[in-house]
């Protein structure tokens, strides 16, 4: 049974997400010490959150960073703040997804869904660890890490999206249809600057690697992955 943690000081609505989420079989934690968000996140050990925005004393953002310093689990943000740049915080803050209040809860709970099937590998395989490669570098798509030049990194389900399609298509170049359709189920609920948010930690996780440039931008195109010469395979 997968269990939801909420973080969301309106009442009304914590009680009624938790109540239409239990009705798929999940567990669910309402937080209501708010000055504590990390100490219940450790206590329970969720294998998603749902995350305000504006709560008291600190807001989503800092949680989520707390988070992310422990945990690599779905963090989804929902907020009545709709503004791009409240997005665009959350993606850089280490969020999964967004989603404007007031939402559909059947929506809520698909995404929901979504995140979790794509964290924790209801589609990979069984049997033997998937390992995607491309010259020195090495991505393990089930346990979110990529490996180069002798140093590890831990990656978002978005990042590890990103990259493990980047591989596929090396050296061809991939679409931003492409990329897309395999980080969201529904186009329709995607901002076209998400992606460039992504793509920018992507490129910030592969430069902390030591691999400078190793995204290029084909205008009009996508993204095609660089390999610097020397290392390919």
């Given at each position: ?11 009304k609505?914590?009680?009624l ?51 992310r ?14 503004g ?16 404007t209040k ?33 010259g ?28 493990d ?15 897309l359709?395999?980080?969201w ?49």
């Amino acid at each position: 049974m997968q269990k939801i943690m909420i973080v969301e000081d309106d009442s009304k609505i914590a009680v009624l997400l938790k109540t239409y989420i239990e009705k798929y079989g999940c567990r669910v934690h309402v937080v209501s010490d708010f000055d504590h968000v990390l100490n219940d996140f450790h206590t329970y050990q969720p294998d998603l959150v749902l995350l305000d925005i504006n709560l008291p004393s600190f807001d989503g953002f800092y949680w989520c960073r707390q988070i992310r310093k422990d945990s690599i689990c779905p963090v989804l943000f929902i907020s009545a703040r709709d503004g791009e740049m409240d997005q665009v915080m959350a993606l850089e803050n280490g969020g999964d997804d967004y989603i404007t209040k007031p939402f559909y809860y059947e929506v809520v709970m698909a995404k929901i869904r979504s995140h979790l099937r794509r964290a924790y590998g209801e589609y990979a395989s069984k049997t033997e660890e998937r390992v995607v490669e491309a010259g020195g570098m090495k991505l393990y798509p089930e346990r979110m890490e990529l490996q180069l030049n002798g140093k590890m990194t831990m990656l978002t389900n978005k990042e590890a999206a990103i990259i493990d399609l980047l591989i596929e298509r090396h050296p061809r170049v991939a679409s931003r249809e492409a990329l897309l359709e395999k980080l969201w189920d529904d186009q329709a609920y995607v901002d076209e600057n998400t992606l460039n948010v992504n793509m920018a930690r992507v490129r910030k996780k592969l430069q902390e690697l030591g691999a400078k440039d190793a995204v290029e931008t084909v205008r009009g195109a996508g993204y095609r992955l660089h390999i610097p010469e020397g290392e390919e395979k």
